[in-house]
């Protein structure tokens, strides 16, 4: 019996000796992970940092450890930050947040990071990583497009995006619909309090529609003239130009193209 229990016992020594390296290793390889970790109370003060967290912010272990971690932060930034503490602190552990927030640098550059916040019972883990890039893409993304979109809606017409269906549901409508229709954009998508069908003088609806399906038929532009009908009553005539938009397989996806009004000679 004594020479089973000291078996047991050396077996629990070393079982607890391979474990205590293992974690020593675990510990040594999240140190040096190209990923800035730290771990906070429930304040959300840090308590331990690792290497890549100096790399990324630039500052040194001894100006982070028991320090706030809002206060590396842009202060326009730092209320969804405590939000996000605040939150976390009453959610189940393991619930976490992700947010992109600006770092402010020693050197006083402003980073865009990427931030996972992750509740455990002791208070919140956080990794942080640089997305400087990535958000810069998005803005330059998002200007164009505005310019994109004030460039479409300055045009003297109705650019649209619609389904192939005799509703000719709208995806996009851009502002010209207004001055052509007397309709606001969000009042014709997705048929929202109007369909598009229904503008179109009743006389007219039918070879509308055969001249799209035969445009779409041969995948080649179709145009054709017809009779709008506008939010206060009156008959417009107007010219619409269009193209389908094709699957691979061929199936038509949808149609986009431009309505304008035709001027007509007294």
Known sequence: MKKLMAHLDQGYEKMTSLFGRFNAQLNQDLEYLPLALAKLDLDGAIQELNKGWEELTGYPYRNGIYRSHAGFFHPEDRPRWQEALSQLRSEPKGSWRQLQLRCLMPSGERRWLEVKLRRNPQGFMVSLDDATHQV???????????????????????????????????????????????????????????????????????????AVQIGLNQRLPFQVDYRLICANGQLKVVHERGSGIYANNGEVLGIEGMIMEVQQSI
Not at 143 to 165: E, Q, T, W
Not at 170 to 181: C, D, H, I, P, Q
Not at 205 to 210: F, I, K
């Open 136 to 210: 810069h893409q998005q803005q330059q993304l998002a200007a164009r497009h505005r310019s994109l979109r004030n460039l479409v809606d300055g045009l003297p017409m109705m650019i649209y995006r619609c389904r192939n269906n005799r509703h000719w549901t709208m995806e996009y409508v851009s502002e010209g619909a207004v001055r052509l229709t007397g309709y606001l954009p969000e009042q014709l998508v997705d048929s929202q309090d109007v369909t598009f069908d229904s503008l179109i003088f009743p006389d007219d609806q039918e070879a509308v529609w055969s």
